[in-house]
């Protein structure tokens, strides 16, 4: 079974802080993303990585950076937290080798800043 | 640009009976695949079911199964029998094959089930 792990269910962080999100897959996927989840706006891809050090926005990069130094582990990281960054942070995989580019999800971080 | 869109914010379905999402996309791929993901109340989001564009067969896993239409565009789920572990958000998906690694999703359908 694939399995993605992030590091924390929920994390609690103050405006101005430097805030690590972690996520790290078991079954060789080359493709890694970093979703933000909130109520009425689904899913929406902030960042995504398609090799080690290789990585391209997504949708929403505002505000957001992100890590790729071993090819099982995809860091977000949020330089200067602030209160608009309180939600819900998925993180996904998928293998690079074609179809059926099925995406296994991690069970989510819950952000909340103070 | 791709978009996906769930027109339905909250389902209800009486248990044992049978529910359909909607979902209606928009695209000027030809190959393309579309997903329905479930996530449980707190719990990981995991693939119901996927189409490939190329296939007219419609999808089937158990208890769910999918109308695909692809002139209109639309892929719905339909859930029968409907048991109280589908209590959950669903979230159609789409994927374009055409050097994209981009996954458009809709917004959501929360269904209840009801006892």
């Known amino acids: 079974d694939v399995k993605v792990t992030q590091s924390s269910r929920y994390l609690v962080k103050r405006t101005g802080e430097k805030v690590f999100l972690e996520c790290v897959q078991d079954?060789?996927?080359?493709?890694m993303f970093w979703y933000r989840q909130d109520p009425g706006l689904g899913l929406r891809l902030i960042y995504f990585s398609y090799d080690v050090k290789m990585k391209e926005k997504g949708d929403i990069p505002e505000g957001y950076s992100v890590s790729r130094e071993k090819k099982e582990r995809f860091s977000l990281i949020l330089e200067s937290a602030s209160t608009n960054q309180t939600s819900m942070y998925l993180c996904?995989?998928?293998?690079?080798?074609?179809?059926?580019?099925?995406?296994?999800f991690g069970p989510g971080t819950r952000l909340t800043v103070t | 640009a791709q978009t996906v869109t769930q027109s339905q914010p909250e389902m209800s379905v009486q248990e044992a009976e049978t529910v359909t999402l909607s979902c209606t996309y928009d695209?000027?791929?030809?190959?393309?695949?579309l997903f329905w993901y479930k996530q449980p109340p707190s719990r990981q989001m995991i693939l119901v079911i996927r189409q490939e564009a190329y296939k007219q067969q419609n999808a089937t896993e158990n208890r769910f199964s999918v109308n695909f239409q692809k002139a209109a565009k639309s892929f719905s789920l339909k859930i029968s029998d409907s048991q109280l572990g589908d209590a959950a958000m669903y979230f159609c998906?789409?994927?374009?094959?055409?050097?994209?690694?981009?996954?458009?999703f809709g917004t959501g359908t929360r269904l209840k089930v009801l006892a």
């Open positions: 996904a995989s998928s293998s690079g080798q074609g179809a059926p580019y099925e995406q296994y």
């Open positions: 695209t000027s791929e030809s190959d393309y695949y």
């Open positions: 998906a789409y994927k374009g094959t055409s050097g994209t690694y981009k996954y458009i």
């Open positions: 079954m060789d996927h080359e493709n």
